[in-house]
């Protein structure tokens, strides 16, 4: 159990680092391009490795690649927005909350009533946030956030359905491939293929790093699920709410460090109380 713990607790820190490297960097899209690309090209070697997936499994991975243009795009402007304690917790937490509600609607999870309590303290949490949420230049974050919350929803209910229909761990990795073509394409359809060029000539390395601690944010929580139960390693990933809201208030003084933190407290224990009863 204690390996899983500082499984969890690494994959959550990751998960919540590259989101940060994201918020702080020049130009947004071009980062989370460039870091879904190499993870896209680490997700085609371990394919090849691993002798791939079901034909049939690639339409869900194609879902998931085309849903994570407005993620890409929803993230970038959220960050350009606002702050990043406010705009991660929002989008995290939503994505969780719509992520069980899909589960319930799309895949027969069932809802207990002690569910029904944790999906309040959650939508609580985001909205203390959102309540605070402050604009950077004139236009708040908390609607691209809520778009992002809205994508991480459809995905991760469109991922399960198929780690369930496949059985198969490689799936995550064809997922990585299909976002990296997506994004690619839409980064050239939108005129900024010369943009797209020149940032891994100049930046590859930093890209290919990101792209791994994309990879291992992920691989990390499926090592953690050998040792403790799916639950108790899901509860632990999103205490990365609280590292956003700690780095946003101490580390970029965002302000309203009190109730930022509390609301992603209320977020995390919601969360948690969410996975505990599924």
């Known amino acids: 159990m204690l390996q899983a713990t500082l499984l969890g607790l690494a994959s959550a820190g990751l998960h919540a680092g590259w989101n940060l490297a994201a918020k702080q960097s020049r130009d947004r899209f071009l980062t989370l391009w460039g870091q879904f690309v190499a993870a896209g090209a680490i997700g085609a070697v371990v394919l090849a490795a691993g002798g791939g997936i079901p034909a049939r499994a690639w339409l869900f991975a194609a879902v998931s690649g085309l849903v994570h243009v407005p993620y890409v795009v929803g993230l970038t402007m959220a960050y350009e927005r606002g702050d990043f304690s406010v705009a991660y917790p929002v989008a995290r937490g939503t994505g969780a909350l719509l992520a069980t509600v899909g589960g319930i609607a799309v895949l027969d999870d069932q809802l207990r009533w002690w569910s029904l309590l944790a999906i309040c303290v959650v939508a609580g949490g985001v909205c203390l946030l959102a309540a605070g949420g402050r604009a950077v230049h004139g236009v708040g ?74 990879v291992a944010a992920y691989s990390l929580g499926l090592v953690a699920v050998r040792w403790a139960p799916v639950g108790y390693v899901a509860a632990l990933r999103e205490s990365s709410v609280l590292i956003a809201a700690f780095v946003g208030t101490r580390m970029l003084a965002e302000g309203d460090a009190r109730k930022r933190n509390v609301a992603a407290a209320l977020i995390v224990t919601g969360l948690v109380l969410l996975v505990a009863t599924r």
Not at 152 to 180: C, E, K, P
Not at 186 to 201: H, I, K, M
């Open 141 to 214: 974050a908390i609607p691209a956030a809520l778009l992002v919350g809205v994508v991480i929803g459809v995905y991760v209910t469109n991922d399960s359905h198929a780690i369930r229909a496949y059985d198969t761990a490689l799936y995550v990795f064809a997922v990585f491939v299909m976002i990296s073509l997506v994004v690619s394409v839409y980064g050239v359809a939108t005129g900024r293929g010369p943009d797209l060029v020149a940032s891994y000539r100049s930046g590859w390395g930093r890209h290919v790093c990101a792209g791994a601690v994309v």
